[in-house]
């Protein structure tokens, strides 16, 4: 390894450079090998890949196909395949094109290398406005009114695979030569193949070398040669032992109790998916509680020891942030701006921790990079007090509004009943009913899924939700043009810049249950505010300041709670288990829509958005393993 790979660690993104032949065909210098063949890549993405699998042919009559890809490289796999699919699988069927790539391109050197392919200008153009930035882990990116999701695995091949959660139909093995780049056809890659394949699963590759073939069949595949493509006498297919089985047939409705950022995001996740959804809220509104603040902050969580919340919430920042964008392209969602935030060192740490940090990392520009006074105060438009972080892909948003467009872009399947008050959860016959005080079902579906904070532990006793409500005061402070604000900025408390004429300051975290804002609190962050930015509160009276108070549902290792709640999921004779999204805390913004997307994906039986370790980490029966033993 490297000193370079040491630094920035094992699970290092590097781009790509984009390099050509003198014939003009992409070509790789670290690997010294090309990207696709001189002649005919469309052609052979096509015969290999496509045709190798038996495809369109495989996909008739199923709701859901699985490809998974060793090597993104250019994406013409991708096009071709997902060209293919508009014209030949079912209108609702959902293709998952899960695909890894240690050197990605950035966007602007797919637009060059892409625009050798016009019939798939359309295409290409949808998947570079989407494009992730070069950061490890996974991005999941959704096209064609989620007919479409593209998983993109950015890190080494063997270790990304060995954290995925997927039964894949088809294998796409389309890395560097064997001799250029053993690690994509090595033993251990294969054995994670196997461990995805689902029954019956098929493989095709251009590749015929003694040693991929002999790793493919050492897992279990039987191999076939066929006639390659061009100038290669052959390639190779497989196919996994099994028979496909057939989705169960299930009706697909779901209850869920809550409609603030989880409860929203959850609904809109799952109608996107053809759910039903029932929806019982206790306000008559939807986000009167914790996400009804007027304005709020989405910001990732960074560390020296990039623990599971830093990097969940850096998979979580970009997934919001092409959740949020769909909302405003659907003309949903008004107030989000993905206009960069500040977030300044704090006076009681190391000053040169900040840079330690990205230093041990080696985050791209594009997510965060260090800043001193003078270009963190031109950014936000007033003095700042300290160096700090600027993360360029955050923002700011309306979390209610947010929440409402959530409800509206499916709103034909979302069935919302405000202002009604689930006392509890039962289930009946394999379904699971939120019933009011008297035991009257106010809604029932098969599915159930608490999204309703600090209710979630109280509906479901038994199951170890160690939740605490944490008190938080924003301060709207007045709108003054002497006061410009161009972006979020954060030190112990935020800022956000005004909206109908006001700033949000907060939050304070408290454990008392005053539910009126308080004068003294008005003050912390008065006083938070001046240590950000100097001279911002200058003549404001903390006395006659509006605010607002919510409660937030926290965990003791702050970290989200997501998955099937441990004590219900095995009651009601057969019912599916109970989810729960909850325990978002401070970060609820950052975490609802990829979480939701999590929980959505599980209940499909689809691959998941995010890494087996951190779906773990959060999650329910974390807490019953941490349990002590009883003597």
Not at 244 to 266: F, H, K, Q, T
């Amino acid at each position: 390894m490297s000193a370079g790979e040491d630094r920035i660690g094992s699970d290092a993104v590097t781009p790509a450079g984009i390099e050509f032949t003198e014939a003009g065909v992409p070509w790789s210098a670290r690997y010294g090998d090309l990207y696709h063949p001189a002649e005919g890549a469309i052609g052979q993405s096509r015969h290999v890949f496509l045709e190798g699998n038996a495809l369109p042919e495989r996909w008739q009559g199923r709701q859901r196909f699985v490809i998974v890809e060793t090597g993104f490289g250019t994406g013409l796999n991708f096009l071709a395949t997902w060209a293919r699919w508009r014209e030949d699988a079912p209108r609702e069927a959902r293709l998952h094109y899960v695909s890894a790539e240690r050197h990605p391109f950035v966007a602007a050197d797919l637009a060059r290398l892409h625009g050798r392919w016009p019939q798939f200008a359309p295409l290409s153009a949808r998947l570079r406005r989407a494009w992730p930035l070069p950061l490890p882990g996974f991005h999941r990116l959704c096209f064609d009114d989620e007919r479409v999701a593209l998983t993109l695995l950015f890190g080494d091949a063997t270790r990304m695979l060995a954290r995925l959660s997927a039964h894949a139909d088809a294998f796409y093995l389309d890395g560097f030569s064997p001799a250029r780049n053993p690690q994509m056809w090595c033993e251990p890659l294969c054995l994670e193949l196997a461990r995805l394949a689902a029954p019956g699963a098929s493989l095709a590759t251009w590749s015929v070398a003694a040693e991929v073939r002999a790793n493919l069949a050492r897992v279990g595949f039987a191999l076939e040669k066929r006639p390659g493509f061009g100038g290669k006498r052959e390639m190779l297919v497989g196919r996994y032992p099994g028979e496909p089985e057939p989705a169960p047939e299930r009706e697909r409705r779901v209850l869920i109790v809550g409609a603030g950022m989880a409860g929203s995001c959850c609904a809109d996740r799952l109608a996107a998916r053809g759910w039903e959804v029932e929806l019982v809220e206790r306000h008559a509104r939807p986000a009167r509680e914790a996400s009804g603040n007027a304005t709020g902050v989405l910001l990732p969580l960074v560390n020296l020891a990039d623990t599971p919340a830093a990097r969940l919430s850096r998979a979580a920042l970009l997934y919001a942030s092409r959740h949020l964008d769909a909302l405003c392209e659907a003309g949903l969602l008004e107030l989000w701006r993905r206009s960069g935030v500040l977030q300044l060192a704090r006076e009681d740490l190391d000053p040169q921790r900040h840079e330690r940090i990205l230093e041990r990392h080696g985050f791209c520009p594009g997510f965060a990079r260090n800043v001193d006074i003078a270009e963190a105060s031109d950014l936000a438009g007033w003095r700042v007090a300290a160096p700090g972080w600027w993360f360029p892909a955050a923002g700011w948003l309306a979390p209610r509004e947010a929440c409402e467009a959530n409800l509206r872009r499916h709103a034909g399947r979302i069935h919302a009943r405000f202002g009604q008050q689930v006392a509890g959860l039962a289930c009946v016959g394999g379904r699971w009913s939120a019933c009011d005080a008297g035991g009257k079902p106010i809604a029932s579906a098969p599915v159930a899924v608490l999204a309703n904070a600090m209710d979630s532990a109280r509906m479901a006793p038994g199951c170890a939700l160690p939740l605490t409500a944490a008190r938080g005061q924003v301060s709207h402070l007045p709108q003054n043009e002497a006061r410009p604000l161009a972006l979020p900025v954060c030190r112990r408390g935020y800022i956000t810049p005004a909206a109908a004429g006001l700033h949000g300051v907060g939050a304070t975290f408290d454990f008392d249950e005053e539910r009126s804002p308080r004068a003294s609190d008005h003050r912390i962050n008065l006083e938070r505010l001046e240590a950000m930015l100097p001279g911002f509160s200058q003549g404001v009276d903390p006395d006659r300041l509006d605010g607002r108070v919510s409660f937030r549902a926290t965990t003791p290792d702050r970290l989200p709670i997501a998955g099937a709640l441990p004590g219900l999921a095995t009651a009601g004779g057969g019912a599916q288990p109970a989810q729960v999204l909850s325990g978002l805390g401070a970060r609820g913004l950052v975490w609802a829509a990829l979480l939701a997307e999590l929980l959505a994906s599980r209940l499909d039986r689809e691959p998941l958005p995010v890494e087996a370790g951190l779906a773990a980490a959060i999650e329910p029966a974390r807490f019953l393993r941490r349990r002590p033993q009883e003597s």
